[in-house]
């Protein structure tokens, strides 16, 4: 089973508008964390926001937050006002277990923003 | 300012031959890591360290190795097992825990197999 689930392979958007960008994921672990990473078509890799499994509220960072639903194993990604520079990949990951924390991505959803 | 630098940016290789991409941090980070990224499978992990001297198979280590001889160097080398090496490599580092921010990444390495 997959891991981390990203159905979206691409969204649009128009400036100014909110977009929800979906992730669910699989784990039996009790103690794991969720990351968004936007990737831009130069390649790096950039940290977005972060929720950990037993984080009470949502996480915020700025334009981005992320609608943690524990039940239902998901992590969407909401991207307030979108702006022409937020057109890029986005990947969803999980950070799994105590002693090696090893972090798998989804397969990423790309957006693209709409002047 | 701390970071990771991942060199050359664009390489060429042979078929048959094998290549080494670099990767260096300063940041102190403990743990490094190296994924391969092809279009449409976002990022599968090919080899990890958590301390020097130390590494471990990630899900997709044949035809790969690495060494960690210092805190601060992850290179990779692509041998010539590898049958379809024509990727987007990304290293990345953290501190064991990893903290809220997860890894840090290199701007990545693009290989192509001529």
């Known amino acids: 089973a997959q891991k981390i689930t990203q159905t979206q392979p691409g969204m649009f958007v128009q400036e100014k508008e909110a977009v929800t960008l979906d992730c669910t994921y699989d784990?039996?672990?009790?103690?794991?964390?969720l990351f968004w990473y936007k990737q831009p078509s130069s390649g790096e890799m950039i940290f977005l926001i972060y929720?950990?499994?037993?984080?009470?509220q949502n996480a915020t960072e700025g334009r981005y937050s992320l609608n943690f639903q524990k039940a239902r194993k998901s992590a969407n990604l909401v991207i307030s006002a979108s702006q022409l520079g937020d057109s890029a990949m986005y990947f969803c990951?999980?950070?799994?277990?105590?002693?090696?924390?090893?972090?798998?991505f989804g397969i990423g959803t790309k957006l693209q923003v709409i002047p | 300012d701390g970071g990771i630098t991942q060199s050359p940016k664009y390489l060429f290789r042979k078929e048959g031959q094998n290549v080494t991409l670099s990767c260096e941090q300063n940041?102190?980070?403990?743990?490094m890591y190296w994924y391969r990224q092809d279009p449409g499978q976002g990022l599968r992990l090919i080899y990890y360290?958590?301390?020097?001297?130390?590494?471990q198979k990630g899900d997709i280590a044949e035809g790969y190795s690495v060494s960690r001889e210092k805190k601060e160097s992850f290179p990779l080398t692509v041998t010539s097992a590898q049958k379809n090496p024509t990727a987007f490599y990304l290293c990345?580092?953290?501190?064991?825990?990893?903290?809220?921010?997860?890894?840090?990444f290199g701007s990545g390495t693009r290989l192509t197999v001529v």
């Open positions: 990951a999980m950070r799994e277990g105590a002693i090696y924390q090893k972090v798998t």
């Open positions: 929720q950990g499994s037993y984080d009470q």
């Open positions: 360290s958590q301390i020097v001297n130390d590494f």
């Open positions: 784990t039996s672990d009790p103690s794991y964390g």
């Open positions: 940041l102190n980070h403990d743990a």
């Open positions: 990345a580092s953290s501190m064991v825990g990893q903290g809220v921010k997860g890894y840090t």
